[in-house]
């Protein structure tokens, strides 16, 4: 087997089929051997046989017609057979590659779908994310807040990433509140609860990086005197219509209250036609921060001092621009 | 010993279907047979036939048919060239001529036959007492 050869047959193989032989080279074949059955068969009547009898012996004296034309046959294939061969070897190992790569592809996702537990918001299944958040919430005097916006936000880590989700409640006729199902005790997890009602201080309590179950959260929130802020053109004209959210503030102490801006949308209130909003949730001279969308826009947070008990506070979408 | 077969013979074998047949001392006759016949120029395969009959007086009688399998087959190899052309008969007859690779086959073959006799002539030579020591 030398490279010529090799080479030889391939160029053979790849322009003619497999079964090109029935109808070209075994055409010719048919030719060179009925040329030497005739001339046979010519010298044999030479020597004074009949012309059945001549090719008769001349038959007798070619051998097996079949044989040799299997033999011829043999011989013109036996080079596309090695190419046949590898031809149909290659294609094989090549569906069973496409085969193998499909099946590495999808097994990962089958083995995903089949040991699937069903996951709860955490991250981990709901046997695990067992923790609620459980409050109170009342005023200076022990006076139950109901109706107050209770939100919580929860971080975890599970397996394959971060995860934040955002709860909201309203408080009861006794001021509780309770969320349940929202953290993992025996993963680590944050939290952040946030309480946002009429005329109250915004207020809210942070856990940094714990395990367990949480104590029960006990608000205590004092009384604010409100102000309005009113939205205009830059021009004077009112704007109705833009959405505000009390977003933090920081108290006396230097702690800072506030609103995680996903769970926020049940406390967004709007400006009416006077293009006017109360904000009723901070202190006169506090530093606070309102999330502000004018129609159209994207949202943006606006800080400002609060002003005196019924003071109005103007805003235009040109100043402060976020 | 136990005869070993090489990886690139096993691949031959399977890949082409084919053993070596180079050895085979019939096939290795025929084709020296054939190749000499052509040294004097192109021959059709009657033509062939009929030279290795008269050459041999008759001695040699293969069976004609079986001369087509090897002239393809050489032809394959590069021995031989063939090419159509019309006979004395006025008929289309297919003409194989002998390549320079086939000549140095030939000297190959015919070297190879000379070792052979000669080493079967040694031994048919050879006195009893010789052979038996």
């Known amino acids: ?106 097994q990962p996702q089958m083995i995903q779908t089949q040991n699937q537990i069903p ?44 995860r934040q989700q955002s709860y909201m409640t309203t408080t009861d006729a006794d001021g509780s509140f309770c969320i349940e199902d929202v953290y993992p005790p025996d993963h680590k997890y944050e939290t952040q609860v946030s309480v946002v009602a009429e005329g109250r ?35 004077g004209e009112p704007l109705q219509n833009v959405a505000v959210f009390p977003s933090a503030r920081i108290d006396q102490q230097g702690n800072r209250h506030q609103v ?9 209130i709007h400006s009416d036609e006077h293009g006017q909003i109360p904000i009723t949730q901070f202190l006169p001279g506090e530093e606070v921060a309102v999330a502000v969308q004018f129609p159209g826009k994207s ?24 | 010993m136990t005869p070993r077969l090489s990886w690139g013979k096993l691949v031959w074998i399977v890949m082409a279907g084919k053993t070596n047949k180079k050895s085979d001392l019939l096939q290795g006759t025929l084709d020296m047979l054939i190749l000499k016949s052509l040294i004097g ?48 008969s006025n008929r289309k007859a297919k003409y194989y001529k002998l390549t320079r690779t086939g000549r140095a086959q030939l000297k190959r073959e015919v070297s190879s036959w000379e070792q ?3 080493a079967i002539g040694l031994v048919l030579n050879a006195k009893m007492n010789e052979v038996t020591q």
């Open chain 1, 1 to 106: 087997m030398n490279l010529k050869f090799l080479l030889q047959t391939l160029r053979q193989y790849l322009r003619m089929p497999w079964t090109a032989y029935a109808s070209d080279a075994g055409d010719e074949l048919r030719q060179e051997l009925e040329f030497h059955l005739m001339s046979s068969a010519h010298d044999h009547q030479r020597t004074g046989l009949s012309i059945e009898e001549s090719h008769k012996a001349a038959l007798a004296r070619f051998g097996d017609l079949n044989n040799v034309l299997r033999g011829c046959s043999d011989v013109f294939t036996s080079g596309q057979l090695f190419w046949h061969r590898a031809h149909l070897l290659t294609t094989m190992a090549l569906v069973f590659f496409v085969g193998w790569l499909f099946v590495r592809a999808t």
């Open chain 1, 119 to 162: 996951e709860a918001a955490t991250g981990y299944s709901f046997e695990e994310s067992a923790g609620d958040i459980l409050g109170s919430v009342k005023g200076l005097e022990g006076e139950a807040v109901s109706q107050a916006n209770v939100i919580a936000v929860v971080k975890t880590w599970p397996p394959g990433g971060f």
């Open chain 1, 201 to 235: 201080l915004l207020t809210s309590r942070y856990t940094s990086m714990t395990t367990g179950y949480l104590e029960n959260h006990q608000f205590e929130l004092a009384p604010t005197n409100p102000f309005a802020i009113r939205f205009e053109t830059d021009g």
């Open chain 1, 260 to 268: 995680y801006f996903l769970g926020s949308e049940p406390i967004v």
């Open chain 1, 299 to 322: 949202w943006q947070v606006r800080e400002l001092v609060v002003p005196a008990a019924n003071q109005v506070v103007v805003m235009t979408p040109s100043t402060f621009d976020f």
């Open chain 2, 41 to 88: 120029g192109a021959r059709h395969g009657y033509g062939v036939a009929k030279w290795i009959q008269a050459t041999t007086e008759d001695a040699l009688r293969i069976e004609e048919g079986s001369l087509y399998p090897a002239l393809h087959r050489m032809q394959k190899q590069g021995w031989l060239s063939s090419e159509w052309g019309l006979s004395d």
């Open chain 2, 116 to 118: 052979m006799v000669s």
